[in-house]
T-cell receptor, first 110, second 111 residues
Framework: GQNIDQPTEMTATEGAIVQINCTYQTSGFNGLFWYQQHAGEAPTFLSYNVLDGLEEKGRFSSFLSRSKGYSYLLLKELQMKDSASYLCAVRKYNFNKFYFGSGTKLNVKP | DGGITQSPKYLFRKEGQNVTLSCEQNLNHDAMYWYRQDPGQGLRLIYYSQIVNDFQKGDIAEGYSVSREKKESFPLTVTSAQKNPTAFYLC??????????FGPGTRLTVL
């Protein structure tokens, strides 16, 4: 493994903002990816960071600090449909292999 | 529409049988991947292929085999040597701009 850590589960309220953290330890880092996965379905791509800083895509933003081995996914104006698991994945230069964290299950309540 | 298809969606197998999971993509992607996901866990890499006629073992390749005879196709065979094959299997491909697309998955259950 590549020591990718995420909280197991989080709960937030509809309309609020939630931040899901991801820490990693790896050599040959070549990008950090966030995916959303609803129960029983395949993951869908949300965002990608290869350089330090914030990437914004509508209600979703992702931040990366390579020196700290740290990323977060920020979800704004939470909706009930955002209830899902969020997977953090690190890509390595070596054959572009992806390594996934165990995922954070987000529960959005009314 | 472009995308990745996997079949079947649900598969049941008796112990001791080999079974092949299909993965086809019409996205013209060179790189393709097979992952396994167990309940409450992330994805673990079984095999990957960067180009036709070439593939590499991932972290949990034992008991599995693949082929990549065509760019569009990357089938995975789960052999009887795989001791705990019941899982959700996901096929993926990666575009030139680094986005990884997943198929809908095949849920394999060994009876």
């Amino acid at each position: 493994g590549q020591n990718i850590d995420q909280p197991t589960e989080m709960t937030a309220t509809e309309g609020a903002i939630v931040q899901i953290n991801c820490t990693y330890q790896t050599s040959g880092f070549n990008g950090l990816f966030w995916y959303q996965q609803h129960a029983g379905e395949a993951p869908t791509f949300l965002s990608y960071n290869v350089l330090d800083g914030l990437e914004e895509k509508g209600r979703f933003s992702s931040f990366l600090s390579r020196s700290k081995g740290y990323s977060y996914l920020l979800l704004k104006e939470l909706q009930m449909k955002d209830s899902a698991s969020y997977l953090c994945a690190v890509r390595k230069y070596n054959f572009n292999k992806f390594y996934f964290g165990s995922g954070t299950k987000l529960n959005v309540k009314p | 529409d472009g995308g990745i298809t996997q079949s079947p969606k649900y598969l049941f197998r008796k112990e001791g049988q080999n079974v092949t999971l299909s993965c086809e993509q019409n996205l013209n992607h060179d790189a393709m991947y097979w992952y396994r996901q167990d309940p409450g866990q992330g994805l673990r890499l079984i095999y990957y292929s960067q180009i036709v006629n070439d593939f590499q073992k991932g972290d949990i390749a034992e008991g599995y085999s693949v082929s990549r005879e065509k760019k569009e196709s990357f089938p995975l065979t789960v052999t009887s040597a795989q001791k705990n094959p019941t899982a959700f299997y996901l096929c993926a491909s990666t575009s030139d701009n680094n986005e990884q697309f997943f198929g809908p998955g095949t849920r394999l259950t060994v009876l």
